[in-house]
C-alpha cells in the first residue's frame, strides 16, 4: 500500500526557516518523480518544487526559488524541502506527492500525502 507521510510544518516568524520531510512507503521510491505541492485557503493548488529520481534535476515555482530547497534520500525513502526566509504568503498546507513526469502539475501526480499545515506569521 502506498504512503506518504508528510512532518515538519508549524508556526513561523517571517524570515525563519523550516525543513519538511516526506517518508514514503509501498513502492520503489528511487524511481519515482517526487513533488511539494501546496494549498492555501481559498486558493488552487500550487505546485512548489520537485525532484527526478536521481535528485540531479530540480524544478521550483517562480515564488519560491532561491529560498526553497528540495532534495532526496532514495535510501531513507524521503524527500525535504528546506524552506527559508519565509514570508507570510507561504502559508498553506503543503503536500508531497508522487509521479512518473517531472514537473509542477498536480495533474501529473498520483498519490498524495496527508499534508503539513505551515503558517508564516508574527
Known amino acids: 500500500q502506498v504512503a506518504l507521510v508528510e512532518s515538519g510544518g508549524g508556526l513561523v516568524q517571517p524570515g525563519g526557516s523550516l525543513r519538511l520531510s516526506c517518508v514514503a512507503s509501498g513502492f520503489s521510491f528511487g524511481y519515482y518523480t517526487m513533488a511539494w505541492f501546496r494549498q492555501a485557503p481559498g486558493k488552487e493548488r500550487e505546485g512548489v518544487s520537485c525532484?527526478?529520481?536521481?535528485?540531479?534535476?530540480?524544478y521550483y515555482a517562480d515564488s519560491v526559488k532561491g529560498r526553497f530547497t528540495i532534495s532526496r534520500d532514495n535510501a531513507k525513502n524521503t524527500v525535504y524541502l528546506q524552506m527559508n526566509n519565509l514570508k507570510p504568503e507561504d502559508t498553506a498546507v503543503y503536500y508531497c506527492?508522487?509521479?512518473?513526469?517531472?514537473?509542477?502539475?498536480?495533474?501529473?501526480?498520483?498519490?498524495w500525502g496527508q499534508g503539513t499545515q505551515v503558517t508564516v506569521s508574527s
Open positions: 525532484v527526478k529520481t536521481g535528485g540531479g534535476i530540480t
Open positions: 506527492a508522487v509521479g512518473l513526469r517531472t514537473s509542477l502539475m498536480s495533474s501529473d501526480y498520483n498519490t
